[in-house]
């Protein structure tokens, strides 16, 4: 096989074995790989109703048909893809650097890992040869810490970690997976299922060449590609980077502030993607294979905060800033390096922080219940100490450290209305109350509240719809961004160069005919990307989510923007939110209830799945 | 007569480089068909997410890995400075790449003799040096990398001067 490995690796945690499957042609053409495979996977290997944290869930890795190639942004993605702990639906996650191509390498396009080992572990997967090495003096390091350990254990300094953080160990259903010591597996708490499976790390080194089918041609694509992306296409990453979005957001009065009480920021100009890039980012660096490069590397030079180094994006420096009400880029700086020391998700982490600072405004939680901490809006060191309990479950961040759902559950007194969540995953950083389509996009997210699902945000702010109308024809524009986001996540591409592929399928068509030889075209490409999201959708119903869980944070639907300006008074109705959902599904072909249609199954050439989800 | 050095080798500018490894793959896809940075006559060096240059070979004046190899296997063109490895004579013992400062000489997974950057030769022009997407990467000369240090130095000593006589040779 061209591009594909062809080798799935079986990992038997509970009694150390270990075996080699080849993969499903089949699968390769329906699922393209990333996330689409990785859950055809995980739904082969899973039974219906496991906890997320019983031995029996596995958790695959996977990466796709272009990783270790050289194509621009594609040659280095992975993607993990379990159930849940916080949705307990289908969970995914994608992380890029350098990890996705060494798997490569090493010959496997997904790995499986069932089971739980007797005492912490780390997979060292070294080509043909799979160990799990004792990882005991590992427990407690951070993800970069435990990737220098294992460098240096085995000693060679090439080798590729992703690794859990102190908070993945402790169950933190926020906890994520970190490679490359700055690129995470955020959302959906997976770090916590591979803590619970007793691995702390997966090691990789891969000796093998890549080749593709067309070389000739395809360094021809390649050479084009670095040239778009040189391009308008990507020039926002390049230049200020996703903090580009503060400043748009407020204008339009859709960034969620101080735990959705209000849609502004009176602080955004201090929190700017402009003063961010002035002040703090010291170098711009790119993953492997990259030829746009965006991620913004900053640094803390003065202050209480001093010599804080680490990435930033606009989702973290949001959720660690305007969402706690806290102006301070220092601040939310050292937040953003505690998150990634202890191994949570920034924005997971962030919502949570606000909405423990709602409660504590609100007389829900006192200073006594917050360890002392005086938790107002806007205190940027109580923002920072509030993460640092969180990343170490330290006595109030214990009952954070779940996320803001578990923790609204165990502190009661009505603050589950205030807490910012959709299918359990903490919300992002645009007003849903204001962005109808993105609403929509959030809400049937098959991995909860979630942006990169479907960037249906593009056409509200975009202003290519009203965005403050519900209205049909939102389905139709959701369905045709997710089913091209979940290719986007299954080839695996970087969602920042989606805007060099002018003709979108077509291109993408291409790109995997020249690397793997298999005919592809634009239509059954499309198909696949609506595969995915079919298979996402008969997970989660097989786990029990249903239409009732296609719906919106509290606030989002009751508490109208109060900030003058273009957005005030906005909120997403009840009556909005069916009309949304019945558009969609139609749109989808699923029935009311947001149950795919056996006739749909079939045309997508999964029928046989409407029987394993029945089960 | 007094020389220049005129042998031209790659250098990377540690502004620039971001460490994305595209000189990496392009170099082992030109020289050996396939993906795959172990092949390649050029590697990344990241010590931590600020600090990324590649590294290949230097082109030394009295090369320490020629001087290391006890069966002749190495010698340098008098003209470019480029390595030539004699493969027949090579038996892969090492003791260039222990010679070498720069790790610039490496060890062929497959082939098991030593190999090192030739600035594509066969090409005319490096391949990294074309694809690097920062234009980190130049051919150059030790003369002109002093000059350009010298510049920068100069530079920064008299900022404000150099501000002020830009702004004045505006029209």
């Not at chain 1, 230049?239 to 849609?263: A, D, F, K």
């Not at chain 1, 969602?495 to 634009?522: C, H, I, W």
């Not at chain 2, 600020?50 to 003209?79: F, G, H, K």
């Not at chain 2, 600035?119 to 920062?134: F, N, S």
């Amino acid at each position: 096989m061209f591009g594909y490995a062809g080798r799935v690796l079986h990992v038997d945690l509970t009694s150390g074995k270990t075996h080699i499957e080849p993969l499903n042609e089949d699968y390769a053409r329906k699922y393209i790989g990333g996330i689409g495979l990785g859950m055809r996977l995980w739904l082969d290997n899973s039974r219906a109703g496991m906890d997320p944290f019983s031995p029996e869930n596995p958790l695959i890795l996977a990466n796709g048909p272009i990783s270790g190639t050289m194509w621009p942004t594609g040659g280095n993605g992975h993607a993990f893809v379990s159930k849940s702990p916080q949705s307990y639906g289908i969970g995914e996650a994608k992380a890029h650097g350098s990890f996705g191509t060494e798997l490569k390498r090493a010959g496997y396009d997904a790995v499986v890992l069932k089971g739980k080992a007797e005492r912490p572990v780390y997979v060292w997967i070294d080509d043909d040869s799979v160990q799990l090495l004792d990882a005991s003096h590992m427990m407690g390091k951070s993800p970069s810490e435990t990737e220098d350990a294992i460098r240096e254990e085995l000693g060679d300094y090439y080798i590729r970690v992703a690794s859990i953080g102190v908070a993945g160990e402790k169950l933190s259903r926020m906890a994520c997976i970190i490679n490359d010591k700055t690129r995470a597996a955020g959302r959906t708490g997976l770090g916590a299922v591979m803590g619970s499976k007793n691995v702390k790390a997966i090691a990789v080194r891969g000796t093998r060449d890549i080749t593709v089918a067309k070389l000739d041609e395809f360094m021809e694509y390649v050479k084009e590609f670095h040239e778009r992306m040189k391009g308008p296409a990507t020039q926002k990453y390049r230049t200020l980077g996703t903090p580009e979005n503060v400043l748009v957001h407020n204008s339009l009065s859709c960034m969620p502030t101080r735990n959705y009480n209000n849609s502004r920021f009176e602080g955004a100009e201090k929190v700017s993607g402009e003063n961010l890039n002035e002040k703090f980012v010291a170098k711009i660096i790119g993953c492997s294979s990259c030829a746009m490069r965006c991620e913004h590397m900053c640094v803390v030079s003065e202050g209480p905060y001093k010599n804080t180094m680490t990435r930033m994006e606009y989702e973290t420096l949001w959720a660690l800033g305007p969402y706690c009400g806290v102006d301070r880029l220092d601040a939310i700086t050292k937040g953003m390096e505690l998150t990634n020391y202890y191994g949570i998700d920034t924005i997971s982490a962030g919502v949570t922080v606000g909405f423990a600072m709602d409660c504590y405004e609100r007389g829900i939680l006192t200073q006594k219940e917050l360890d002392g901490i005086d938790a107002k809006f806007g205190n940027a060191e109580a923002m920072v100490q509030l993460v640092e309990k969180i990343g170490k479950r330290e006595g109030i961040g214990d009952v954070l450290a779940d996320g803001a759902k578990c923790a609204a559950q165990k502190i009661g007194k009505g603050s589950e209305k205030l807490a910012a969540t959709i299918k359990g995953v903490e919300t992002t950083g645009y007003d849903l109350r204001c962005l109808k389509t993105a609403a929509l996009g959030f809400a049937v997210s098959f991995r909860g509240a979630d942006h990169n699902r479907h960037g249906a945000y593009a056409f509200d702010v975009k202003g290519k719809v009203n965005r403050l109308t519900a209205e049909k024809g939102r389905g139709k524009l959701v369905r045709d961004m997710e089913d091209t986001y979940n290719l986007i996540d299954s080839f695996i591409v970087c969602k920042f160069s989606r805007g060099t592929y002018y003709k979108e399928l077509p291109d993408m068509a291409k790109l995997y005919t020249l690397v793997t030889g298999f005919n592809m075209t634009p239509e059954e490409l499309k198909l696949a990307g609506e595969r995915i999201q079919n298979i996402a959708r008969l997970i989660n119903l097989r786990e029990g989510l249903s239409r009732k869980d296609d719906t919106l944070p509290y606030k989002v639907m009751h508490e109208p923007i109060p900030d003058e300006g273009p957005s005030k008074g906005a909120f997403v109705s009840q009556e909005e939110l069916d009309l949304l959902l019945d558009d969609y599904y139609e749109a989808r072909g699923w029935n009311r209830e947001g149950v795919p249609t056996p006739e749909k199954l079939k045309e997508l050439g999964i029928d046989d799945l409407l029987e394993t989800v029945k089960k | 007569m007094v020389k220049i050095h005129e042998r031209k080798f790659i250098s990377a500018d540690p502004d620039k480089c971001v460490g994305c490894q595209v000189c990496e793959y392009i170099c082992s896809v030109t020289k050996e068909r396939a993906f795959n940075p172990l092949k390649s006559r050029i590697r990344v060096v990241r010590i931590n997410q600020l600090i990324n240059l590649s590294v290949t070979c230097r082109l030394c004046e009295n090369p320490p890995c020629v001087a290391a190899c006890p069966r002749d296997a190495l010698t340098q063109s008098e003209d470019t400075g480029v390595i030539t490895v004699d493969k027949d004579k090579c038996n892969g013992c090492g003791w260039c790449i222990e010679a070498c400062d720069y790790g610039a000489i490496m060890l062929h997974p497959e082939n098991k003799v030593v190999y090192v950057c030739d600035l594509c030769k066969e090409k005319g022009e490096p391949q990294c040096v074309k694809w690097c997407p920062e234009e980190a990467l130049e051919v150059t000369t030790s003369d002109v990398l002093a000059q350009k240090a010298r510049i920068t130095a100069v530079r920064k000593l008299f900022q404000e001067a150099v501000r002020e006589t830009t702004k004045s040779s505006k029209p």
